[in-house]
């Protein structure tokens, strides 16, 4: 029944993980080639794997982010005759495309440790005392991104692409309006929408040791997993009142 599903989001992840391969034997032979040696004082934070992995996996959350939509577009007759219930129907499809961002996650964390094994550059990694929690913010951010599109698109067709388009154009753009001295009334807006964000809890900055500085943690990753529930249980729900 969810075989199309499966093909067509499976299909998609391993055109991304290619994309990743490539870049990653890009970096490999640019390293190798410019005979780049690391400074021995040099440490970094294994949190920087799990943020590069954090955002690779949410651009390809973006890229599936639309799923209800494709089932609009022609298909919401069919979908409506199946022998399940459209909640189950759902959340088949969710589970597909979830697993299929961890799949993007774990292979993207493979590249890097390879790159690293590969460049010598793996013994100056150092855990930090957070690096569980900022593990589980990165796992958690696709799956926010996953949510907030699906309920941005749940009850339209083929204007999904555009709307995904234009969700990233603005979380981009609140995120600069934040930093800008607006008016009172216009900042505080900025602010209630930013709430929604998923892109102010993936804000991390790196020291001169190479160690990961996040603020508020603990509140990021909760807010990361609330947005992710909150949009895809409203996803299903106004998705279930469509009209084929």
């Known amino acids: 029944m969810y075989y199309v599903e499966l093909l067509s989001t499976g299909r998609k992840a391993a055109v991304f993980a290619a994309w990743l391969a490539f870049a990653l034997i890009v970096n490999i032979a640019v390293w190798k080639l410019g005979h780049v040696h690391a400074d021995p004082r040099m440490q970094f934070s294994l949190d920087i794997v799990w943020a590069f992995a954090g955002i690779a996996a949410s651009i390809f ?67 930090s005392t957070d690096t569980w929690q900022e593990f589980a913010r990165y796992v958690i951010a696709p799956v926010a991104f996953f949510g907030l599109l699906q309920v941005l698109t749940s009850t339209l067709s083929r204007q999904a692409g555009m709307v995904v388009g234009l969700t990233w ?76």
């Open 61 to 127: 959350a973006s890229i599936i982010g639309c799923t209800l939509a494709q089932e609009n577009d022609g298909h919401l007759p069919v979908a409506w005759t199946k022998p399940v219930s459209r909640t189950s129907q759902a959340l088949a499809k969710f589970a597909i495309d979830l697993a299929a961002i961890a799949f993007i996650f774990a292979f993207t964390c493979g590249g890097i440790f390879l790159f690293l094994a590969v460049t010598g550059l793996a013994p100056y990694a150092v855990v």
């Open 169 to 244: 154009v603005a979380l981009v753009a609140l995120i600069v309006l934040s930093l800008v001295n607006l008016p009172v009334p216009f900042h505080a807006i900025v602010d209630v929408l930013n709430y929604a964000n998923p892109l102010v809890y993936l804000a991390f900055a790196v020291d001169d040791h190479g160690n990961v500085i996040t603020y508020g943690l603990s509140a990021a990753a909760l807010a990361l997993a609330l947005i992710a529930l909150i949009g895809g249980a409203t996803a299903i729900y106004r998705w279930q009142r469509a009209e084929a």
